[in-house]
């Protein structure tokens, strides 16, 4: 008679007792081989990303769209632009004189974000579909990691101030350079604000393990990235803005700068011990598994655009492990990250550019 | 209107609840209630540990998306500082209730901002402290919390501890630090455009205000810097706060 078996696969041991199970893969090589280097349940490295994969315009009805994926993490992200006049704003204060603040660069940018955050002209909004995860049930309000999510993104996108206000405002140019009777002449000449692009960055989670926050904001990078806003004309009879159809017209909505999110989890030897006591390891992007058991939480977020590495926000929290030295040395860490964010972005971008190309030839023979 | 008042605090203000502290500093006036350990709800019942429940009540209106970044933020950070391990199935519940912001009169006031208020971070944090020290829930240690921006002015960089509502709008980054009473960084959260160099500035000037221990200390300091750049010593007034507290519990003895 065969005794019962005692031993278990890998995936229940994971399920019974997940804490033990991510310290003994850490803690010995998978194989028993010379190898010294501590290896995830997932099998990467400690400070080993998920390699990233961005596609761009998949979505025909949105003016700028991206489809995200970082292992079992995918996130589609729609950029939807739509015409908010003036005369509906509530508590419009018009800027008399754009030139007169262009002056003043300080000033200028100061004003320019204020405008973005006064009449919301960004309107992010994450939805984690059901089954998407087995922690999200149908049918309830949205979970406080969507909640939390969607207010970094909203606090980052003004922060960072990727989009300008300028690519957003519609000018009234139709009466410039008419002069009309009885109408002072200096008045006349300039154009009119008539109205603003709002944009509604719509992200849904198709598949979620771990580590929304980065595959969220790189979602919406790449999406506002490819963004075209239709040709827009004011018609003053209709007092409406009237959008051209012509694709080509359409012009690209300009995103300063690439800021790129960077997060980590930091997992303790001891389950139930003083926090800081023990060996603790570093998780660059983690999955589903390690951010249940890690309390704390690590995220830069750095633009390395202009040569020099600008950190444009970081948020550490529920720890005591991350101290000044390792928040230098992760920033180190993230630098490397937007360098592969890049590259991911430029080889989307490129197959793109060959399309462009070709559509662009297509239309000037016609 | 800027922090030009020591942070002021009060214990036990509420009857009903375990503990309570009602504390005001910078503009903003925060009520926290707290009780526990308490019977948790079976959703929230975790086995091996107690459950800490914040809640974020602003001042005007319902609590929206950013009210619930708030509460994660202070939920991990609390969870570190009580000893949840000694009451496991319990629930500790705290309230936070904004009563009095700051107003100001340079910008446009929406009653629902979606976007993460930075200045009220520290306020919370102190005031959830002081209600949890009020209901005697065992803590592993205290923090302190400080906010501080980094400003151009006059082409020279400057961190400004509590900055004024018109210096965080012309601010070119903004951070909150948080350090517990053995020093160590609890919380940081940094929004802007900034250098770690600027970073480490900054945590240098939160640590002097979070982290000075003893009041001879906190009065020489002050002398060599002046009171411009120097902050109130957080620690400092934590420990006074509830000495008087004590002192006047004991009274009667």
Redesign the interface.
């Given at each position: 008679m065969a005794t019962p078996s005692l031993t278990f696969p890998r995936s229940v041991f994971a399920k019974l007792s997940p804490h033990p199970y991510l310290l003994r893969t850490l803690t010995t090589s998978p194989d028993d081989t010379t190898t010294t280097t501590p290896t995830r349940t997932n099998g990467r490295a400690p400070s080993e990303p998920r390699p990233l994969k961005i596609h761009t315009s998949s979505l025909s009805h949105a003016h700028g769209s991206a489809l995200v994926r970082a292992g079992d993490t995918t996130v589609i992200c729609g950029v939807r632009a739509e015409i908010l006049p003036v005369t509906s704003i509530p508590?419009y204060?018009p800027v008399t004189d754009y030139d007169a603040l262009a002056e003043d660069e300080?000033e200028k940018e100061?004003r320019d974000r204020?405008e973005l955050?006064?009449y919301d002209l960004l309107v992010p909004n994450i939805e984690l579909a059901t089954g998407c995860a087995p922690q999200f049930l149908p049918g309830v309000p949205p979970s406080?990691l969507a909640?939390?999510v969607?207010?970094?993104v909203?606090?980052?996108l003004?922060?960072?101030?990727v989009v300008g206000v300028e690519g957003l405002r519609v000018w009234d140019t139709s009466r410039v350079g008419a002069t009309a009777e009885g109408v002072d002449e200096e008045e006349e000449e300039k154009p009119r604000l008539v109205a603003y692009w709002t944009l509604y960055i719509d992200l849904l989670f198709v598949s979620y393990d771990g580590n929304p926050f980065d595959a969220a904001w790189t979602a919406v990078v790449a999406a506002l990235r490819d963004t075209k806003l239709p040709e827009v004309r004011w018609d003053p009879d209709r007092e409406a803005a009237v959008c051209g159809s012509r694709t080509e017209r359409a012009k690209a909505l300009g995103v300063r700068g690439l800021p790129v999110a960077c997060s980590a989890v930091v997992f303790l030897e001891k389950e139930?011990g003083?926090?800081?006591e023990g060996r603790h390891w570093l998780l660059l992007d983690p999955d589903r598994l390690e951010e249940g058991l890690c309390?704390e939480a690590i995220t830069v977020v750095v633009d390395c655009e202009g040569g020099?590495?600008?950190?444009?926000?970081?948020?550490?929290?529920?720890?005591?492990v991350?101290?000044?030295e390792l928040?230098?040395g992760f920033?180190g860490v993230a630098e490397k990250r937007w360098k592969e964010v890049k590259a991911a972005m430029n080889m989307d971008g490129q197959a793109h550019g060959a399309l462009g190309a070709f559509v662009e030839e297509a239309g000037s023979s016609r | 209107m800027s922090a030009t008042t020591a942070p002021e605090a009060a214990l036990s203000v509420l009857p009903r609840a375990d503990g309570s502290a009602k504390y005001s500093y910078a503009g903003y006036t925060v009520t926290a209630s707290v009780n526990g350990p308490i019977e948790a709800q079976r959703k929230d019942e975790h086995a091996?540990e107690a459950y800490v429940d914040v809640i974020v009540r602003p001042a005007a209106g319902v609590g929206?998306?950013?009210e619930?970044?708030l509460?994660?933020?202070l939920q991990?950070?609390l969870?570190?500082l009580i000893l949840v391990?000694n009451f496991p199935r319990m629930l500790i519940q705290v309230v936070l209730q904004v009563e009095a912001v700051p107003d100001n009169d340079y910008?446009?006031t929406?009653l629902v901002q979606?976007?993460?208020n930075f200045p009220i971070i520290p306020a919370l944090l102190q005031t959830a402290v002081l209600g949890l020290l009020s209901a005697v829930v065992p803590m592993?240690a205290t923090a302190t919390s400080t906010v501080a921006a980094v400003v151009?002015q006059d082409g020279a960089k400057r961190v400004v501890v509590d900055p004024s509502p018109k210096e965080l709008?012309?601010a070119r980054s903004v951070h909150v630090l948080a350090f517990?009473s053995?020093d160590?960084?609890?919380?940081?959260?940094?929004?802007?455009?900034?250098?770690?160099k600027e970073?480490?500035d900054v945590?240098d000037a939160a640590a002097k205000i979070c982290c000075q221990s003893g009041a001879g200390n906190a009065d020489t300091a002050m002398d060599l810097d002046g009171p411009v750049n120097a902050g109130p010593d957080m620690r400092q007034f934590l420990n006074s706060t509830l000495e008087a507290k004590v002192a006047a519990d004991l009274y009667w003895k």
């Open positions: 508590q204060r300080e100061r204020a955050k006064d406080t909640q939390t969607s207010t970094r909203y606090s980052l003004h922060g960072s101030g139930r003083e926090p800081g309390g020099e590495t600008r950190v444009r926000a970081m948020e550490k929290v529920g720890g005591v991350v101290g000044r928040v230098r920033v | 091996q929206g998306t950013r619930r970044h509460e994660s933020l991990s950070s969870s570190q391990k910008e446009n929406k979606a976007s993460l592993r151009f709008a012309a517990t053995h160590e960084l609890i919380l940081a959260e940094s929004e802007g455009d900034f250098s770690v970073w480490d945590y």
